[in-house]
């Protein structure tokens, strides 16, 4: 399973990856194994600005719908528009195709309380 070292976590397994005050954000490969095969992801909150845990979507697999919390609160500058035609991305590459959104980070303070790779590791049993 794949964690990689240069991204951070949440305990809702979330990852982020930080680009200045902008970041990145999808699910975990934990995630998507836990999921299973991913048929949809419903995110309409381009534009809206959203506190740490709101929610921001929500990611369809064959037996569940989940919804997906914002790790950090920001401003919603982008929706990766691959996911609409092609949402198993999330499957099969959680950490590069298949990110979810970008965001304008309101506090980049808050990236503190973020977990690193070992200690998300920790967390899944790893």
Not at 92 to 120: C, H, Q, T, V
């Amino acid at each position: 399973m794949k964690i990689p070292e240069n991204l951070l976590y949440t305990e809702d397994h979330e990852w982020i990856k930080l680009e200045d005050d902008t970041a990145y954000i999808g699910i975990t490969d934990f995630a998507q194994r836990e999921l299973g095969d991913i048929v949809y992801v419903e995110i309409e909150t381009l534009g809206e600005n959203l506190k740490e845990h709101d929610v921001f979507g929500s990611v369809e697999a064959v037996k569940t719908v989940s919804d997906l919390f914002l790790p950090l609160a920001g401003e919603i500058l982008e929706i990766n528009s691959k996911l609409e035609s092609n949402p198993e991305l999330v499957n099969s590459d959680p950490y590069g195709e298949g990110w979810m959104i970008k965001i304008k980070i309101a506090n980049l303070f808050d990236a503190e309380g973020l977990l690193r790779s070992g200690s998300y590791a920790s967390l899944i049993g790893l």
